[in-house]
Nanobody, 129 residues
């Protein structure tokens, strides 16, 4: 059974750093596998943070990231990391990882929620001023 488990969320101060992990048990990347980090604040839409995919060479990031975050995997591609630096209060959210196996995820569609087949339970990131 495929499942995604996020961890690493915590309370940090403005300017601090965190590394989130997404354990992808049983996920088969195949030729079009994608893992994306999303985040959500209560009352707002879930938004794409960072995406790594077999469908394109380089990771994709939300505009608000501005070079502060990096999405990477371990060698075996069983864990996907989101390294976050220079955190801001506006980065406070529940962070989710999501998995998809479709060639439809591209530069213009990577943050379309309905393309993702599987979601983790989320991990809370709180940035204090």
């Amino acid at each position: 059974q495929v499942q995604l488990v996020e961890s690493g969320g915590n309370l940090v101060q403005t300017g601090g750093s965190l590394i989130l992990s997404c354990e992808t048990s049983g996920f088969a990347w195949g030729g079009d596998g994608t893992i994306t980090w999303f985040r959500q604040v209560p009352g707002r839409d879930r938004e794409g943070v960072a995406c790594i995919s077999r469908n394109f060479r380089d990771p994709i990031y939300g505009d608000f990231v501005k070079g502060r975050f990096a999405i990477t995997t371990d060698v075996a591609k069983t864990t996907v990391y989101l390294t976050m630096r220079n955190l801001e209060v506006d980065d406070t959210a529940v962070y989710y990882c999501a998995a998809a196996t479709t060639p439809r995820i591209r530069m213009g569609t990577w943050n379309w929620l309905y393309l993702y087949e599987l979601w983790g339970q989320g991990t809370q990131v709180t940035v204090s001023s």
